[in-house]
């Protein structure tokens, strides 16, 4: 389900955090480890707005029918996705999968609307 290390997702490239601190992810129902998450230092955050800053000046730039399109398309992902996300969101937050499942199908109402 995971890999054994998270890293940040930063201006489109997976890193590890620039302080190198992890932070476990674990199974709240058997407390198992399942995975390592990388903590996200100032110097992180900077890059990232640094490069949310850029991203959108390209956004802002894109007709209304594309930017629909890559929406639409997100979710879509999510609903295909949908019984995998649930076992993740179960797995790592202890939830239902039927609460998990709910919550998707809102998120993906939610995109699809603005």
Known sequence: MYSDKIELFVDGQWMPG???????????????????????????????????????????????THRWEILNRAASLIDERKAHIAHVLTTENGKT????TGELGFCVDAIRWY
């Open 18 to 64: 620039a302080d190198r601190i992890e932070a476990p992810i674990v199974n709240p129902a058997t407390g198992e480890r399942i995975a390592s998450l990388a903590c996200a230092s100032a110097i992180d955050l900077d890059l990232a707005l640094d490069s949310s800053v850029r991203a959108f000046e390209q956004w802002k730039t894109t007709t209304a």
């Open 97 to 100: 999968v039927i609460e998990a």
